[in-house]
């Protein structure tokens, strides 16, 4: 299974950017379970910032609700981030991740992209 993120980049406070992460295996059978985005800004620990289930439900780090919006589609295996109202505290590294099913239950990461709020 192979996570790939796409979608960062350098924007000005107020503004908004969408991040993509789609997975793909290469055997056939398996099951995207949660799904989720990570951020690590500068200096700090990774974090969980908002994680979507197979079933569309939703939770957000607090510091982001209202701002940010993460959905997927299920039939793409793709997963995606609506960065809105972005401030400088918001940049770091984002990275995905996708736990699913193939014989057990297995976590899978994506590369990190970068998102530069600028004041």
């Known amino acids: 299974v192979q996570l790939q993120a796409s979608g960062g980049g350098l924007v000005q406070a107020g503004g908004s950017l969408k991040l993509t992460c789609r997975a793909s295996?290469?055997?056939?059978?398996?099951?995207?379970?949660?799904m989720g985005w990570y951020r690590q800004a500068p200096g700090k620990k990774r974090e969980v910032i908002a994680t979507?289930?197979?079933?569309?439900?939703?939770t957000y780090k607090d510091s982001i609700k209202g701002r940010f919006a993460v959905s997927r589609d299920n039939a793409e295996n793709t997963v995606y981030l609506q960065l809105n109202s972005l401030q400088p505290e918001d940049t770091g590294v984002y990275s995905c991740?996708?736990?699913?099913?193939?014989?057990?239950?297995?976590?899978?990461w994506g590369q990190g992209t970068q998102v530069t709020v600028s004041s």
């Open positions: 979507v289930t197979d079933q569309h439900v939703t």
């Open positions: 991740a996708a736990t699913y099913f193939l014989h057990n239950y297995q976590t899978a």
């Open positions: 295996a290469s055997v056939s059978g398996v099951r995207f379970d949660l």
